[in-house]
């Protein structure tokens, strides 16, 4: 086992499910497990003491961290086959920056819209779960930002309505995930359609809004570019689907969103990735999920807009 790998298995991610009474289904840095998941990588990930010591006290002594996740959004964080485990870029990066901390990080299956509020009830310590870091969210949580990406418009194939571009779906049914930043833009967008009404069919979980378009209840569905990617090209799924254009629409950054009060555990974490992003770890995680053009430079903290 190659020392990465070593450290993941001693302190990588655990996926918790969240709801219906579920406690914890999985461990993913069981090295036999994740074959395949995206966690066989090269170079060490070592603990820094010095950036554990930075971790809240409370964080220190429960021995794990609470990361909140939609996962319904392939390749960034989905279920396995078995249904219980999460994978996905997401999850290989908390399992390194665990790694980096000295501490397990568990995520936890919740609603995408609610996320935010319940990392401030404390229910999670923080939301990992391709959320655009965005001013009004800013108002709530802040960021350390890992992942540049924009918005992109996915149909049936074949493009039977011939939809090129923003402007192009009025007049027909959105699909689209509650609480996005694509829900925004297209309410935002209802005002310029006139007399033909764009129609917004909302769904819980980005699972949900993917089968609207699917089963034909919706013409089109915006999403962020790395799942509408994945959609067209995974032979599971690419008969079905293809981009409306090559346009990423509204360019923006991800986050990982804690409470504003918790400055200890959003300064771990930046310190953390930024040590990933400079050993290489990053890129490497990057590369294995096909995710290079969204690489962030370095960490940041509330670099949205």
Same mark, same amino acid.
């Given at each position: 086992m190659n020392p990465f790998r070593r450290v993941l298995a001693a302190a990588g991610v655990l996926a918790v499910l969240a709801a219906g009474g579920c406690g914890l289904v999985s461990a993913t840095a069981d090295p036999v497990a994740t074959e395949g998941a995206g966690l066989d990588l090269t170079g060490a990930v070592t603990i820094d003491e010095s950036l554990r010591a930075l971790l809240p006290q409370s964080a220190r002594?429960?021995?794990? =961290?609470?990361?909140?996740?939609?996962?319904? #959004?392939?390749?960034?964080e989905y279920f396995a086959a078995d249904g219980r485990t999460i994978i996905g870029f997401e999850p290989d990066l908390a399992a390194a920056l665990g790694a980096v901390l000295g501490i397990r990080l568990e995520m936890r299956f919740g609603d995408f819209a609610s996320a935010l509020d319940e990392v401030n009830k404390g229910t999670y310590d923080g939301v990992l779960s391709s959320m655009t870091d965005t001013a009004g969210? !800013?108002?709530?949580?802040?960021?350390?930002? #890992?992942?540049?990406?924009?918005?992109?418009?996915?149909?049936?194939?074949?493009?039977?309505?011939? =939809?090129?571009?923003?402007?192009?779906?009025?007049?027909?049914?959105?699909?689209?995930? =509650?609480?996005?930043?694509? !829900?925004?833009?297209?309410?935002?967008?209802?005002?310029?359609?006139?007399?033909?009404?764009?129609?917004?069919?909302?769904?819980r979980t980005g699972a949900d809004a993917v089968l609207q378009l699917r089963t034909g209840r919706a013409t089109a569905l915006l999403l962020d570019f790395p799942p509408a990617t994945?959609?067209?090209?995974?032979?599971?799924?690419?008969?079905? #689907? !293809?981009?409306?254009?090559?346009e990423q629409y509204r360019p923006g950054i991800y986050g990982i969103g804690v409470a504003k009060d918790n400055t200890a555990l959003r300064d771990a974490l930046r310190a953390a990735?930024?040590?990933? =992003?400079?050993?290489?770890?990053?890129?490497?995680?990057?590369?294995?999920?096909?995710?290079?053009?969204?690489?962030?430079?370095?960490?940041?903290?509330?670099?949205g807009d």
């Amino acid at each position: 086992m190659n020392p990465f790998r070593r450290v993941l298995a001693a302190a990588g991610v655990l996926a918790v499910l969240a709801a219906g009474g579920c406690g914890l289904v999985s461990a993913t840095a069981d090295p036999v497990a994740t074959e395949g998941a995206g966690l066989d990588l090269t170079g060490a990930v070592t603990i820094d003491e010095s950036l554990r010591a930075l971790l809240p006290q409370s964080a220190r002594d429960r021995g794990f =961290i609470r990361l909140v996740t939609d996962s319904s #959004y392939a390749p960034m964080e989905y279920f396995a086959a078995d249904g219980r485990t999460i994978i996905g870029f997401e999850p290989d990066l908390a399992a390194a920056l665990g790694a980096v901390l000295g501490i397990r990080l568990e995520m936890r299956f919740g609603d995408f819209a609610s996320a935010l509020d319940e990392v401030n009830k404390g229910t999670y310590d923080g939301v990992l779960s391709s959320m655009t870091d965005t001013a009004g969210r !800013e108002k709530k949580v802040d960021f350390v930002n #890992y992942f540049a990406t924009g918005s992109s418009i996915l149909v049936q194939r074949g493009n039977p309505k011939r =939809i090129t571009g923003m402007a192009g779906l009025c007049g027909y049914s959105v699909s689209v995930e =509650i609480g996005t930043v694509q !829900e925004e833009m297209l309410r935002a967008g209802q005002a310029k359609c006139g007399t033909r009404p764009m129609t917004l069919v909302v769904g819980r979980t980005g699972a949900d809004a993917v089968l609207q378009l699917r089963t034909g209840r919706a013409t089109a569905l915006l999403l962020d570019f790395p799942p509408a990617t994945a959609l067209v090209t995974d032979p599971l799924t690419n008969a079905y #689907y !293809e981009l409306a254009s090559s346009e990423q629409y509204r360019p923006g950054i991800y986050g990982i969103g804690v409470a504003k009060d918790n400055t200890a555990l959003r300064d771990a974490l930046r310190a953390a990735l930024d040590r990933l =992003i400079k050993n290489g770890t990053y890129g490497e995680l990057l590369q294995r999920w096909s995710l290079t053009s969204g690489a962030v430079a370095e960490a940041t903290v509330n670099a949205g807009d």
